[in-house]
């Protein structure tokens, strides 16, 4: 199961494609593609259209649960680390934080 972070949420995509005119976009090979006003082959939505969006919007609701859970779990685990004494927890909070790093690095326009 591969787990994909989409940078953007889905209500914005469909305000934005509304407003410039483009139609059915769809989330393939991690980006955004739409048909262009009067196009007939789908092309990638335009880069600085889709940051200048992120910028105004922020973090997209599946980032934002994401990074709570990942510190979430970093403080868990020093918890359990300290009531443990143990460095295990710690090692195993490493290595989620590293894997949610990477997946936000991923999904950064």
């Not at 934005?16 to 196009?39: I, K, S, V």
């Not at 195993?92 to 326009?109: K, M, N, P, R, T």
């Given at each position: 199961?591969?787990?994909?972070?989409?940078?953007?949420?889905?209500?914005?995509?469909?305000?934005?494609?509304?407003?410039?005119?483009?139609?059915?976009?769809?989330?393939?090979?991690?980006?955004?593609?739409?048909?262009?006003?009067?196009?007939?082959?789908?092309?990638p939505?335009?880069?600085?259209?889709?940051?200048?969006?992120?910028?105004?919007?922020?973090?997209?609701?599946?980032?934002?649960?994401?990074?709570?859970?990942?510190?979430?779990?970093?403080?868990?685990?020093?918890?359990?680390?300290?009531?443990?004494?143990?460095?295990?927890?710690?090692v195993?909070?490493?290595?989620?934080?590293?894997?949610?790093?990477?997946?936000?690095?991923?999904?950064?326009?």
């Open positions: 199961m591969e787990l994909t972070i989409r940078p953007l949420a889905d209500e914005w995509i469909d305000e934005w494609c509304q407003r410039h005119g483009w139609t059915e976009w769809m989330w393939l090979n991690q980006w955004y593609w739409a048909f262009p006003p009067n196009g007939v082959i789908p092309e939505l335009p880069r600085e259209a889709l940051r200048r969006l992120k910028r105004q919007k922020g973090w997209s609701q599946q980032e934002r649960v994401l990074t709570l859970g990942a510190v979430s779990v970093a403080l868990g685990s020093a918890l359990a680390s300290y009531g443990l004494h143990c460095p295990l927890p710690l195993l909070a490493f290595g989620i934080c590293a894997g949610v790093s990477i997946q936000l690095e991923e999904a950064a326009l």
